[in-house]
């Protein structure tokens, strides 16, 4: 099985990291790190969690934030990884992007 993440769910862990870097030093270390853990972890449990506007979702453990992806037999596909704090209007326009 592959996994695959798009160019957008990077883009969302770059800011993620950025914004927790300057919330204290190496806290946008650990962030990018557990975040990737987390979507690693799709390889061996994808496809078990939620939809939620036509994806599933994987809530972070240590952060909030979730992971937004389809699932198939082949290949895993990561489209967001986004901050739950936002109003879910917003997630729903970012996801339909």
């Known amino acids: 099985m592959k996994l695959r993440i798009l160019t ?6 770059a800011c993620g990291r ?3 870097e300057h919330q204290g030093d190496g806290l946008g270390d650990y962030f990018f790190e557990s975040l990737c853990a987390e979507i690693d972890s799709l390889l061996l ?3 078990i ?3 939620h506007f036509g994806f599933h979702r994987l ?5 909030p934030y ?3 992806y389809t699932a198939t037999d082949e290949e895993m596909i990561v489209y967001r990884v986004l901050d739950c704090r936002r109003n879910p209007h917003w997630t729903k326009r970012e996801l339909k992007k």
Do not use: T
Request: charged share 20%; proline share 9%; net charge negative.
């Open 8 to 13: 957008p769910a990077i883009e969302d862990l």
């Open 18 to 20: 950025e914004f927790y």
């Open 45 to 47: 449990f994808g496809g």
């Open 49 to 51: 969690h939620p939809l």
């Open 59 to 63: 809530i972070a453990k240590r952060f």
């Open 66 to 68: 979730a992971v937004y």
